[in-house]
């Protein structure tokens, strides 16, 4: 507790020996410096400690002691709550206007919806999506709270534009690595582990053009990895910035001045690099994600197949594809930021969501995964063909991949779909304008590339609610990028299998998103990271407050506040579920992790069963809501 920066830090090297087979304590180590600091003190001051009475002082003391609320904390829970109550309100006000009455029924009510008895085979049939028309085109956005405002603007500018949202990482539990580099980054969320290694290479299998790729990016990184081992070895690191600072003279000064903003290239990693990879441009449009060796690592067709159906079934996609199906990923787009991966996806650990997306769509484009996706009863339309993007959450833009494998007969389908996307994202950047105090849109992109710039966007400021329910629920509400929205419907999960997944996974991982905004903004000293303005890089894994210290944790100031004001309003996250309560209170049943989570208070529940809303209490059982009075459940 008197290191808590450290000693996370020693904890999370003990946790991934564990995954790599190794057995080490890290923290045992930290607690060993610490304490022979304690003894050398002590007998270099003749001090001793009489610790049999400490002890017995220490246990009186806790005996002594019960937990009472003062009026001043007292007060300040029941404006949280107060606060808490009124935005639910509003959300499910919104959600209420919006919502057809078939979505979050059972039974009778349900088949109801379809005409009654009379249509009852056309109810066991189909769902709702497949008795509309054929989609334009369908893009499936990661469940961020940033996704809210291009996918609701997009649909605006072209309603024949089906969303989805899912976790960011597409189901492709991956390592990826670079072309060129050893380094391997995982992809996936937290609670994952990858399952296979992917490597990056030339798209078409052309042996030449990826071996003078390496050449070109393994020579520069030589050089690049010289100059950094001079900017950070201690020898040479004063010397170094005194005899070559001037040299950056120029660069500075063109950055400060807005000459180098433009040309700067998203990589994997979320950061710009401006013409510094070491690969031409016509090279970097040829590369991507492959499938080579895959089948080294055990992943054989039928495991493919696996992986391909998980990602439709999981998603509700079975039925209804159209022509055009696009996963769009996210990253930011920041300069000289060392908390850029607090702006990156969450669900691929910090880091671009591109490799994931663009592995989903290559593995569903290929015809063996197909057949073999029929035989498991998910047909996909042989004129269906799927793209991967990726959404910069910093400058809003979309940009779509491999363009040039798209077949002749789409082209005029992505065109169209880019024209929509460029009009949502001018949308979505005008909506978010007044939140940085901006004036043009031009702003937006000068934070994302200005070195100095201590805010270039406020990432997920503002989340306080997790949505799990059909797209229909909330299409066209404006949700004020505030709510995670991951697209599920009941009727497609009758064993409550998909429902599960999500509430153990992506649900976890959202609360712990919300709490980490919520802790560093409530108690911005011992959860929060500070003021980036003096933030030191510590061994490239970790912060310093000035130039000594504890390492920092939570999100910085600048990521919360604005000068004048909170950005983040602390609100425990609100899980909204449009299904049977009774499948939703099995699952907290089997998962200790999640009863402890809603009966200790860390997060609500919200359920929307039979076309009634109800609450989950602390007490583990539910409640209608509007009909009992809320209580303070402290």
């Known amino acids: 507790f008197a290191m808590p920066g450290w000693s996370a830090w020693t904890r999370y090297q003990t946790e991934e020996a564990k995954h790599q087979g190794l057995v080490r304590n890290e923290f045992a180590g930290l607690l060993a410096i610490r304490l022979a600091y304690e003894v050398y003190l002590a007998k270099s001051i003749h001090f001793r400690v009489d610790w049999s009475a400490y002890v017995e002082h220490a246990a009186a003391a806790v005996e002594s002691t019960s937990f009472r609320f003062s009026e001043e904390a007292r007060l300040r829970y029941i404006l949280l709550r107060a606060t808490e109550l009124a935005y639910r309100r509003q959300l499910l006000g919104k959600l209420s206007e919006r919502s057809l009455p078939k979505y979050g029924l059972s039974g009778d009510d349900e088949l109801a919806a379809f005409g009654g008895p009379d249509n009852r085979a056309t109810y066991l049939s189909s ?6 028309e054929r ?33 960011g990482f597409f189901g492709m539990p991956i390592e990826y690595s670079r072309l ?63 005899t ?22 998203l990589l994997s990693g979320g950061q710009t690099s ?34 391909a159906e998980g990602v439709l079934r999981n998603l509700g996609m079975t ?18 930021n060392p908390l850029h991966a607090s702006l990156d996806c969450g669900a691929c650990g910090g880091h671009s969501g591109e490799p994931n997306a663009r592995l989903a769509a290559l593995l569903l484009n290929q015809p063996y995964i197909r057949r073999a996706l029929a035989e498991r009863g998910i047909e996909i339309p042989i004129d269906t063909h799927f793209m991967a993007g990726l959404h910069n959450t910093a400058t809003d833009q979309v940009e779509l991949f491999d363009r040039a494998e798209v077949p002749a007969s789409h082209r005029v389908d992505v065109q169209a779909l880019q024209r929509g996307l460029a009009q949502a994202s001018l949308a979505t950047s005008a909506e978010r304008l007044p939140s940085t105090g901006g004036q043009t849109v031009a702003e937006l992109m000068r934070r994302a590339y200005d070195w100095s710039e201590v805010r270039p966007e406020w990432g997920l400021a503002g989340n306080a609610a997790f949505i799990v329910a059909p ?12 709510a995670f929205l991951h697209s599920y419907d009941h009727r497609q999960d009758p064993e409550g299998k998909v429902l599960e997944l999500i509430m153990t996974a992506p649900l976890v991982v959202a609360n712990w998103i919300n709490l980490q905004y919520y802790a560093s903004t409530v108690d911005q000293r011992h959860f929060g990271s500070g003021t980036k303005t003096v933030h030191n890089v510590v061994g490239k894994f970790g912060l310093l407050s000035g130039n000594g210290g504890d390492l920092q944790t939570g999100l910085p100031w600048q990521s919360l506040h604005d000068g004048s004001q909170h950005h983040h309003t602390p609100l425990r996250l609100q899980a909204v579920i449009a299904a049977p309560r009774s499948a939703i209170e099995q699952i907290i049943d089997r998962h200790e992790v999640l009863a402890n989570l809603l009966t200790g208070g860390w997060m609500h529940l919200l359920a929307i069963d039979n076309g009634k809303q109800y609450r989950y209490n602390t007490a583990g059982s539910w409640q209608s809501l509007g009909e009992v009075p809320e209580t303070l459940e402290v």
Request: proline residues 3%.
């Open 180 to 242: 060129g580099e050893s380094e391997r980054v995982s992809h996936v969320p937290v609670l994952l582990r990858p399952q296979l290694r992917v490597q990056e290479g030339v798209r078409s299998g052309d042996t030449v053009a990826e071996n003078s790729a390496v050449e070109q990016r393994k020579s520069l990184q030589a050089w690049q990895q010289l100059w950094a081992s001079l900017q950070s070895s201690a020898v040479s690191c004063f010397s170094f910035v005194e």
């Open 274 to 307: 401006p013409n510094d990879d070491g690969v031409s441009t016509e090279q970097l449009e040829q590369l991507g994600p492959t499938l080579r060796g895959l089948n080294v690592q055990g992943f054989c067709t039928s495991k493919q197949a696996e992986l």
């Open 135 to 167: 989609p334009q085109a369908q893009m499936v956005f990661c469940i961020d709270v940033r996704s809210e405002r291009l996918r609701r603007q997009l649909e605006a500018v072209n309603s024949e534009i089906e969303t989805f949202g899912f976790a």
């Open 471 to 482: 797209r229909e629920l909330s299409r066209g509400v404006d949700l004020g990028g505030r």
């Open 127 to 132: 769902s709702f999506a497949e008795l509309r």
């Open 319 to 336: 039925k209804g594809f159209s022509r055009l199906v696009v996963f769009c990923g996210h990253a930011s787009q920041t300069t000289n």
């Open 244 to 265: 070559t600072g001037l040299l950056y003279g120029y660069k500075l000064l063109a950055r400060t001045g807005g000459k180098l903003f433009s040309g700067g290239k």
